[in-house]
């Protein structure tokens, strides 16, 4: 062994040098074995570590969450009573630019919806569809109560104004007809209201609320109304940016595979109300 | 998501006062009103502008300190100037805020609705 190895990992220079570590084995120069010094071990009671300290801390108190709550909001009068004698119909581009909704003075399908993902699915069950998908730039449609809602496809490029005027001359064509919008085996197919309550719930249950639980989000069947259906998302899921990606996605196709039938999904969950949704606590002074 | 720039709060107070200096926050943070004009006393009107210069959402009204009355508001005019927009104006109706409530006033910019 070198002797600069030693020097480096002389193990018993080591303890020799640290205080309070006990040696053993370790020679002094007349090759006696020197016994190991007890070293007292450290103690509250020892000057050199102090005193406990004793003081009692109180637990710092949370500011008390606070309901958010909304005002209602008031429309304006012109705005409400704007409706024409003739069949009038008002177009509102939604905020992702891809749906339009049409709103008309009249029922398009008064107690039902029915909901057509693409041409294929209008062409025996609502005249009115087959109709709107002869539109070039069409992808699907809604048809709820007093408005229809158009999707466009994902290739289009043409101007929600160009687009939205070819369409209600459509609507508008058609309603003058007086014609049912859907047809009636159509209509025969659509499942009761509890049927259709049922067999969510279980999709809810057994799929939906198991899988969003990992981010602590909750969905409710608040109701079923025809065949058209409104929930609530809670927990983690009220007020999170990815809720609508969460309902578009997920929730929207698991409740059309268990039952095709059902027309318009409806989340009609408030959310930025409730008790604070988007942050976990407010920050000091807001109590 | 707009950026809101300004806002101007017109609060009548119904038969209720409120709180004599009302505060807001902008995403939690909380921020005084730049100015305030009138008062919150019943009947009465008071005009808050306030600067967040950010993106919200959510932008409340704080409710009265703990254990203060509720404030009876009757009625509230918003008016929100944003970046890259022209203002837009919300009127809101009746809605008491008490000691366990904030009130959310932000409203998103109306989708404009057209004639087809």
């Known amino acids: 062994m070198p002797t600069w190895f030693k020097k480096v990992f002389n193990d018993d220079v080591a303890k020799a040098t640290s205080p309070g570590v006990p040696t053993s084995n370790a020679s002094d120069a007349d090759g006696e074995v020197e ?51 003739n069949i009038a119909i008002k177009a509102r581009v939604e905020a992702d630019r891809m749906t339009c909704v049409f709103m008309v003075d009249r029922p398009v399908l008064e107690g039902l919806s029915a909901w057509f993902p693409q041409p294929s699915y209008a062409e025996e069950s609502s005249p009115l569809g087959k109709q709107l998908f002869a539109i070039e730039g069409i992808g699907n449609v809604l048809l709820h109560g007093m408005t229809v809602t158009i999707g466009m496809t994902d290739l289009c490029d043409r101007p929600w104004q160009e687009l939205s005027v070819e369409t209600g001359q459509v609507i508008r064509a058609y309603l003058k007809t007086g014609e049912d919008t859907i047809t009636q085996s159509f209509r025969d197919n659509i499942p009761p209201e509890g049927e259709i309550h049922l067999k969510l719930q279980a999709c809810v249950d057994m799929e939906i609320n198991p899988g969003i639980a990992a981010h602590s989000g909750v969905v409710t069947l608040e109701r079923i109304a025809g065949n058209s259906v409104y929930l609530v998302m809670g927990g983690g899921c009220q007020g999170c940016a990815a809720s609508e990606i969460t309902l578009r996605q997920g929730i929207h196709n698991t409740f059309r595979n268990a039952v095709p039938q059902i027309g318009g999904i409806f989340d009609v969950t408030d959310h930025s109300a409730g008790s604070n949704p988007f942050y976990s606590e407010l920050p000091a002074g807001m109590d | 998501m707009p950026k809101l720039d300004s806002f101007t709060l017109e609060i009548k107070t119904g038969a209720k006062a409120g709180p004599e200096i009302p505060s807001f926050a902008i995403n939690g943070f909380p921020l005084e009103f730049d100015s305030t004009e009138g008062s919150t006393q019943p009947g009465e009107t008071i005009v808050l502008t306030g600067s967040p210069n950010s993106y919200p959402h959510s932008l409340v009204l704080i409710g009265p300190q703990n254990g203060q009355p509720a404030w009876d508001i009757e009625s509230i005019t918003a008016t929100y100037d944003c970046s890259l927009m022209e203002a837009y104006t919300i009127r809101m109706g009746t809605i008491i805020l008490d000691d366990e409530s904030n009130l959310n006033f932000w409203n998103e910019p109306p989708l404009p609705i057209f004639d087809v």
């Open chain 1, 35 to 85: 016994k190991p010094v007890p070293v007292a071990p450290p103690t509250v009671d020892n000057p050199a570590l102090g005193q406990p300290d004793t003081t009692e801390f109180e637990e710092p108190v949370k500011p008390k969450l606070r309901k958010i709550i909304h005002a209602p909001i008031i429309m304006d009068e012109e705005e409400q009573s704007s409706w024409s004698e």
